[in-house]
């Protein structure tokens, strides 16, 4: 493989020929293999634009000749097309506070622009990584900006998905509206319910997930380029810092501002930690109610066996015939995965100090990781489970007539202590609490009728009792 030599301060180092990465790219490569996942797409390509905007607002005022400001344009749209992200070769995890991250886009973007201009690779006199690339910037607001215009290249989309689930939530609640259930606390049997109200609950959370997750993504709008090493804006001439947040914002279709105290804004992150938090709260719920799926649908003879997901694959290498709820077990599975980002998160910015937090890297990987794997998650639940679930009537009929807890419709009559004794008779005979208060002769049969009329006590209205013809 050809070799160029390439400089920084500290040494020389060999980076091959045509590489559009060069010294400390290949430096960061070397120190950092971590993960072995490279950096976010979304994020180089919020690197590239970032350095697209600072190139053009350079050359506005005079700083950026526009034979360099048009070089760097075409490369940075180059690499917001999808090109060149082979050679984002750092470490998705990294010291230096994204510095590599920073400096892995200067050198492909310098590259890619000398060879625009018909120079070689290398040749850091026709357009420099430093010096034209990155004027004007530092990586401390460079890279935190880039993690927040990604979080909000990303989020959209799992905030559709989560809009698809509670729109089939709302669905499975309306056509389950009058099946009557057991509701439960604590495991137990409590009073009857329906099943609708079950998942009209599950789509009212999601709904404020939803919400959470909009609300959360404000903060991802407040940036802090312009304020360079830590927030005084060293090196940034007056006009980029005037113009470079509007450019951005125009550029990218997104209303950004800059911050009020770009000091603040380069040492805390806890917008990212609200964000993480928001995230956290939807896996959280929608573990939640995968515990719940798996527990309905648990048996299917032998469980509980209100509801049947759909079947989606075999369950098991020796029991014929057996379905597991996969798909409820992967969404918690990813719940726990975005559980420990969102501790990582955490951490990582609690321990950040004094002017800069250096641990924007995991920050960034972390956050992403969750808002992907959510996302696919929450795709892989609505198609294959909650569209298909179908309610097994008769059975969540029959576990209600016949349970002892029905017996708290009793309490206003008879008083709470016969009703008490009648439930603990029933659970200890099998009778049923409508057999035990006859064969007692506590209440007539039309008042028996009355209290333990089951559509009343689940509270269906009146149009789902035509609509159902419910039992």
């Known amino acids: 493989m050809n070799m160029r030599i390439e400089a920084d301060s500290i040494g020389t180092l060999a980076v091959p020929t045509e590489a559009y990465y060069g010294v400390q ?10 993960t072995g996942t490279n950096l976010h797409p979304e994020l180089v390509k919020s690197l590239a634009w970032i350095k697209k905007a600072a190139a053009v607002v350079n050359a506005q005022s005079g700083n950026l000749t526009a034979v360099k400001k048009d070089a760097i344009v075409q ?3 180059e690499i917001m097309a999808g090109y060149f992200h082979e050679a984002f070769i750092v470490d998705a995890i990294q010291g230096g506070a994204g510095t590599s991250a920073n400096m892995n886009a200067n050198e492909v973007i310098a590259n890619r622009a000398i060879e625009i201009l018909g120079g070689r690779k290398g040749d850091y006199r026709i357009v420099h990584p430093n010096d034209d690339v990155n004027l004007c910037q530092s990586t401390n607001d460079v890279f935190p900006t880039a993690g927040k215009m990604t979080v ?7 905030i559709a998905e989560l809009e698809k689930l509670e729109s089939a939530l709302g669905e499975k609640a309306e056509a389950f509206a009058g099946v009557i259930k057991m509701g439960r606390t604590q495991m137990q049997d409590a009073v009857p319910t329906t099943l609708g109200r079950t998942f009209r609950a599950y789509q009212s959370f999601v709904k404020r997930d939803i919400r959470h997750l909009m609300s959360a993504a404000e903060e991802m709008k407040i940036l802090n380029l312009g304020g360079t090493a830590i927030g005084n804006t060293i090196n940034a001439t007056p006009e980029y810092l005037e113009n470079i947040t509007a450019f951005v914002s125009e550029e990218v279709g997104i209303a950004f501002t800059q911050a009020d105290d770009l000091f603040d804004a380069t040492q805390n992150v806890d917008g990212f930690v609200r964000v993480s938090a928001a995230i956290k709260t ?4 929608l573990s939640k109610m995968s515990n719940d799926l798996r527990l309905l649908s648990s048996g299917p003879k032998a469980g509980i066996g209100e509801i049947n997901l759909p079947a989606k694959q075999n369950g098991s290498s020796i029991m014929p015939g057996k379905v597991n709820p996969v798909i409820p077990e992967v969404v918690s599975q990813v719940a726990f995965r975005v559980i420990g980002n969102d501790l990582t998160i955490t951490m990582a910015a609690e321990s950040g100090q004094l002017e800069l937090n250096a641990f924007e890297p995991i920050i960034f990987h972390s956050l992403f990781e969750s808002i992907d794997c959510l996302t696919h998650a929450v795709a892989t639940l609505t198609a294959n489970c909650i569209t298909g679930i179908q309610a097994n009537e008769m059975i969540c ?15 206003p009559t008879i008083g709470y202590q016969k009703a008490s004794a009648i439930a603990k008779e029933s659970l200890e005979t099998g009778k049923t609490v409508r057999e035990l208060v006859l064969e007692k002769g506590l209440l007539t049969i039309a008042e028996t ?9 689940a509270g269906i209205p009146a149009a789902i009792l035509l609509r159902d013809k419910v039992i």
Do not use: W
Not at 397 to 411: H, N, P, R
């Open 25 to 34: 790219s290949s430096r960061a490569k070397e120190n950092f293999a971590i």
């Open 75 to 77: 490369a940075c749209d």
């Open 152 to 158: 909000l290249q990303i989020l959209p989309e799992l």
């Open 282 to 285: 939807a896996a959280v719920n």
């Open 397 to 411: 009929y029959k576990q209600v007539e016949e349970s002892a807890g029905i017996a708290t419709a009793l309490c």
């Open 449 to 457: 009728d009355s209290i333990l009329d089951l559509k009343h006590m």
